[in-house]
């Protein structure tokens, strides 16, 4: 890469140490299509639909033909890669993007690592295109961070059968997805099972939840289970305990920790163009000093990010990386974001309140963002144990 490559990479999408260059030819053409697809079919849709709370499900279909579902363990493709789409993916629409990560990172993630070979068989060719989609119920309404001791939902073995009763809240995709793996403890061994629950279920009952500031657009529900009968069958068979819960939710940690680049991203983009268009005092407001610093401040939080978050993904892609190490990116990036975010806002001032000018939309899914796959608090406080040996949690 040239050096004078590097203010136009900064001037389009904040890569200013040019880490995309790092992906091989195939990847990066695939990257390439990707960002093509978003700033042409889903940018220009994607702020009325966060204001009006919809999903833009006419896109989902032409948007599987871009095939990068999990690009990992189908393709082959890097961690690097993975990560580098879904910051993208969020640098034009969070709301999106969080869609594509219940569906494909958790729901399709979980069935990847925990069902049986002819489970999978079965299942995964509909979900990976995208004729069938999914969703991931593990957080219950008592239970969010401690959910690995406090899972409430139970399910009793009935012959052949099980059946499910419990709560499960903040459901993306829960009120129209086709199915959703529920999480519940075994009423008579103990233990967690995963159960693959059909949507369509007599006694299920998705409710979506209503009035969010954040990522308006993903429909989150609140979930109730009825007696709830599901098939040994649709019993994920590589699950019994919490660790095998755990399997699933580094990864994803690792995938939110890339939200927060791509929500960087997106912050410094719309600042550093509304600084450099918008006038006060009869020039530009990219002229002022204070402007300035605060531009360099969001692509050092921003580049400190990325580069987290790179080499968390190639020790992903080593396959060594650590639960400590995703719980300190998630620690960190989410930090970084916020204060990120923030800073643009300001930026635009009092235009910077409107969902018209994009950066609206941009600092209020952070607040999301900061707070799922386990709060800012509680990932520190799991980095804190792995460098000291001595537990903060009680």
């Keep these: 890469m040239q050096p004078e490559d590097f203010s136009s990479l900064a001037s389009e999408h904040g890569d200013f140490y040019g880490f995309e260059s790092l992906l091989t030819g195939e990847e990066k053409e695939a990257f390439l299509a990707v960002r093509e697809w978003l700033e042409t079919r889903l940018r220009p849709v994607a702020v009325q639909n966060w204001v009006d709370a919809t999903f833009p ?105 099980w059946v499910l ?90 995938a939110v920790a890339w ?8 912050a410094f983009d719309l600042a550093r163009s509304y600084a450099v268009e918008r006038t006060q005092f009869g020039r530009p407001l990219a002229s002022f000093q204070m402007i300035q610093e605060q531009l360099v401040q969001m692509l050092g939080n921003l580049t400190a990010s990325t580069a987290m978050m790179m080499r968390l993904s190639q020790i992903e892609d080593e396959g060594v990386a650590k639960d400590e190490q995703s719980a300190l990116a998630k620690a960190f990036t989410t930090a970084r974001m916020r204060e990120t975010v923030a800073m643009g806002r300001s930026i635009f001032g009092g235009n910077g309140i409107v969902a018209d000018y994009e950066i609206a939309k941009v600092f209020a899914d952070a607040e999301a963002i900061y707070t799922f796959e386990g709060t800012h608090e509680v990932n520190t406080l799991v980095t804190g144990r792995a460098i000291t040996g001595v537990s903060a949690i009680v």
């Design 57 to 161: 499900s006419e896109l989902i279909e032409e948007f599987a033909e871009l095939d990068i579902i999990s690009p990992v363990r189908r393709k082959g493709w890097s961690n690097v890669f993975a990560g580098l789409v879904h910051a993208e993916l969020n640098r034009v629409d969070a709301s999106f993007a969080t869609f594509l990560g219940v569906h494909d990172g958790l729901f399709t993630g979980t069935i990847e690592a925990l069902a049986s070979e002819e489970q999978k068989a079965e299942w995964l060719p509909a979900i990976y295109a995208f004729r069938e989609i999914g969703a991931f119920g593990l957080t219950e309404p008592l239970a969010g961070s401690d959910v690995a001791g406090g899972l409430q939902t139970t399910a009793r073995r009935e012959g052949d059968s």
């Design 165 to 254: 009763n419990g709560a499960k809240r903040w459901i993306g995709n829960a009120t129209w997805s086709d199915w959703v793996v529920i999480f519940a403890k075994d009423a008579d061994e103990g233990g967690v099972k995963a159960f693959l629950v059909d949507t369509s279920s007599e006694g299920y009952s998705a409710q979506k939840i209503e009035n969010k500031i954040s990522l308006r657009t993903v429909q989150n529900a609140d979930i109730q289970l009825k007696d709830v009968v599901v098939p040994e069958s649709r019993r994920l068979a590589n699950c019994s305990t919490f660790k095998d819960v755990n399997k699933v939710l580094r990864v994803t940690r690792l």
């Design 259 to 266: 939200q927060a680049v791509g929500l960087q991203r997106a």
